[in-house]
């Protein structure tokens, strides 16, 4: 009675779940699943963001060679006198060539106006360039700022395809997952059912007294079994389909979870690797390698550092020259603004020990050859993984096909031995030992599968090729 109770409960429980009309099933391809993963993920969102936030840094950096408009003005009054009044506007214009350009107008006037500093009631106006002549002349701070900004894009861009093959690498290997439990529960189920039928038959024969009562017992036992097999493999099935929904999201943020009548799609159609991708595969990752790149960006970053540093050992000798005018641009003939109505300055400094200059020229040489030395380190990592990678797809390809072979030898004994248990002469047991046999290496093919497919995307990761790219076309 426990038995048949079993039996029945079991029988409910696997009607249910697999109640659905066949027609009504949705097959969701791993290319649908990336899209949708590579379109609304959040951190496929974040990973969006990168190239924007680059253009940003670019922006701040220009942001350095804007024009700049300046304005003052003073006043002192004190005892009904006017001890002064100044004014002064200004419009400062940086350039790529380290040149600044400068014009405005000054008007002081008063009482106690400094002589030195009087302009007349008509002002002055002035326009004239500050000129480094040694620091500065080849690069500053400015064009190191734009430089590395630059830089930044390409930074970002190659961090962006690495974010994506994490994510991609992660997602796709759950969907293996979920499609191994849905390839490995439709076994379990096929198994299940074969068994319970076995079993109405064996009663059958029992009842024309060709079988003993005891082989029902063991069909019982292989029942509630399978049946058991069944439940914890469709718990795993629908635990691995949670899973892959936690990377669905709709265009509006909200996540998303597969309906019950989406189903994976083929595990068995693998693509063996020829070795010539091989070569491919590793000279893309020495060369364009998300890794690899941002380390020579960095490099280049660490360059522009360097030169900058060694700008600031030169002394710094810059030439102000402004002729002088009306603001109201009267005069007579006979000014000469260039020889005769004019300011000029020069500015000198130079730190006797440069131990600053010095101390940071030193420093970025030594981040250099650190980040050199970490390069050399990376790039003979990312090829022990490909060749890793590679190895590891090879041998489970083998595995495969030697499984495929075990699984269509078991299918002959257990066909043979089906035959020969229906003429009698074999037994229950026996019988259900080569069943147990099949359906064991054909859970393991489906498994090998899996791991092959989930090799064949780690390899694509490892070289640094972009996943999504290579999936979505």
């Known amino acids: ?148 900004a630059l830089l930044v894009q390409n930074l970002n861009e190659a961090e962006q395809i690495k974010v994506l093959n994490k994510l991609f690498l992660q997602a796709g290997k759950e969907y293996f997952e979920w499609m191994q439990a849905y390839y490995r529960l439709l076994i379990l189920r096929t198994g299940y059912l074969l068994a319970k039928d076995r079993l109405e ?131 007579t003939g006979t000014d000469n603004y260039l020889l005769n109505n004019y300011k000029y300055g020069v500015n000198f400094y130079f730190p006797l020990f440069l131990r600053k200059e010095r101390g940071k020229l030193g420093l970025t040489n030594a981040k250099i050859t650190s980040m050199n030395y970490e390069m050399d380190q990376a790039g003979r990592d990312i090829q022990n993984t490909v060749k890793i990678s590679w190895n590891e797809l090879n041998n489970i390809y083998e595995l495969v096909g030697i499984q495929k072979n075990s699984v269509s030898y078991s299918v002959t004994l257990r066909n043979g031995e089906e035959e020969k248990f229906r003429m009698g002469e074999s037994s229950f047991f026996l019988l259900n030992t080569r069943e147990r046999n099949l359906l064991e290496s054909e859970l393991k093919l489906v498994e090998l599968q899996a791991k092959y497919a989930k090799a064949g995307l780690t390899l694509e990761w490892s070289s640094g090729r972009s996943i999504f790219s290579n999936y979505i076309k």
């Open 201 to 331: 038959g064996i009663k059958q024969n029992i009842l024309f007294g060709d079988l003993a009562a005891i082989d029902s017992v063991e069909a019982s036992i292989e029942v509630m079994r399978r049946a058991s097999l069944l439940a914890e493999g469709l718990t795993t099935f629908q635990n691995a389909t949670l899973t892959v929904s936690t990377y669905l999201w709709d265009e509006n943020g909200e996540p998303v979870d597969l309906a019950q009548n989406v189903i994976p799609e083929r595990l068995d159609s693998l693509i063996q690797f020829p070795q010539y991708m091989l070569d491919s595969l590793y000279s893309y990752a020495l060369t364009s390698h998300p890794e690899i790149l941002k380390y020579q960006f960095k490099l280049k970053q660490y360059d522009i550092e360097r030169r900058l540093a060694q700008e600031m050992l030169k002394p710094d000798l810059r030439l102000n020259y402004y002729p002088l005018f009306y603001s109201d641009f009267s005069g």
């Open 1 to 148: 009675m426990r038995s048949k109770l079993l039996i029945i409960f079991f029988t409910f429980f696997v009607s249910n779940a697999w109640g659905q009309n066949p027609d009504s099933v949705l097959i969701y391809p791993l290319s649908t699943f990336f899209f949708q993963v590579g379109k609304h993920h959040p951190v496929a969102k974040q990973a969006a963001l990168l190239p924007a936030m680059a253009k940003m840094e670019i922006r701040m950096a220009r942001g350095l060679f804007d024009p700049v408009l300046e304005a003052s003005q003073d006043e002192k009054q004190f005892q009904n006198k006017d001890y002064y009044t100044k004014q002064e506007i200004a419009l400062k214009i940086p350039t790529w060539f380290g040149v600044e350009l400068k014009a405005g107008i000054d008007n002081a006037t008063g009482q106690y106006i400094n002589p030195e500093e009087g302009t007349g009631s008509k002002g002055l106006a002035y326009g004239g360039i500050s000129l480094p002549v040694l620091r500065g002349l080849l690069i500053d701070q400015r064009r190191a700022g734009l430089q590395q």
